[in-house]
């Protein structure tokens, strides 16, 4: 009996899906996109943070223009999410993970991963799509200004300086 028990606890967690656009019955998606360099002869021993702080959330603009009052929104998720070199020749295979994270102002040690990939694919090309996390953001984007920390881990050394684009798409709602 014990045995069944189990047995069906473990089939539900893995035929159960949650699915992103399931969470809410009113939301309004807000994008971000932020521009960042990656300097030639970064190494592979070290975690490089490019902080990109002061972004206007652009929350309250997003939710008056979708009739979504602040206190009615429970949460806000990323729902995409990717990293790009801004020109079409670059290839990002020298970039083993990526973490994408919200942090409060000043204090880059209080922060919420939003977004990450671990590890990226082998030869991704130009682009590295982005795993949205499950936590709700709302606290750091529902600020004027959202600061953001793209840390990024290498698997070789940069031989150029490399312009990259990040999109997000962060789902506010109830």
Do not use: W
């Not at 702080?53 to 009615?72: F, H, Q, R, T, V």
């Not at 919420?112 to 750091?140: H, K, M």
């Not at 070789?156 to 798409?169: G, I």
């Amino acid at each position: 009996m014990k045995k069944n028990i189990i047995f069906f606890a473990l089939s539900l967690l893995v035929f159960t899906n949650c699915n992103r656009e399931e969470l809410f019955t009113n939301y309004t998606d807000i994008v971000y996109r932020q521009y960042f360099d990656i300097p030639a002869g970064i190494g592979v021993f070290d975690v490089h943070h490019f902080y990109i702080p002061g972004i206007p959330s652009k929350y309250a603009e997003s939710l008056l223009n979708a009739n979504i009052k602040k206190e009615d929104v429970t949460k806000v998720l990323t729902t995409q999410g990717s990293i790009s070199g801004l020109f079409g020749d670059v290839n990002l295979e020298f970039v083993d993970r990526v973490s994408i994270r919200a942090y409060a102002d000043g204090d880059p040690t209080n922060y919420l991963e939003i977004a990450y990939r671990d590890p990226s694919p082998i030869n991704p090309g130009n682009a590295i799509g982005l795993i949205p996390s499950l936590a709700s953001s709302q606290e750091f984007f529902s600020a004027e200004t959202v600061n953001l920390d793209i840390v990024i881990y290498l698997r070789a050394t940069t031989t150029e300086n490399v312009q990259m684009q990040l999109d997000l798409t962060m789902r506010a709602g109830y």
